[in-house]
Nanobody, 119 residues
């Protein structure tokens, strides 16, 4: 079954950097639009950034200029470089993607990776 697996979360001090990765694997043919979401304690899941197959990117205003989303279509992977991290960036980060499988397109979520920004 097609699935997404995130990695790279952890604890970092304010102003620090982290890089998250997401790998699509399993019975899939390709990936279309890919995105990162996050969910802070007591809050709803929110969209962070997205990237198309062609490399077009979009960012939430709260992370614009600090986060950079990228992807490798040959490896079906996606990354999120997070710089100048703030305590309010603390959340579980999820990757999301539309994956082409034998019977059509499916939408998949990763299991999430914790990012904690604290001194």
């Amino acid at each position: 079954q097609a699935q997404l697996v995130e990695s790279g979360g952890g604890l970092v001090q304010p102003g620090g950097s982290l890089r998250l990765s997401c790998a699509a694997s399993g019975s899939m043919l390709s990936a279309d639009n890919m995105a990162w979401y996050r969910q802070a304690p007591g809050k709803q899941r929110e969209w962070v950034a997205s990237i198309s197959v062609g490399g077009d990117t979009n960012y939430a205003d709260s992370v614009k200029g600090r986060f950079t989303i990228s992807r490798d279509n040959n490896k079906n992977t996606m990354s999120l470089q997070m710089n100048s991290l703030k305590p309010e960036d603390t959340a579980v980060y999820y990757c999301n993607a539309f994956l082409l499988v034998v019977h059509g397109w499916v939408n998949r979520w990763g299991q999430g990776t914790q990012v904690t920004v604290s001194s």
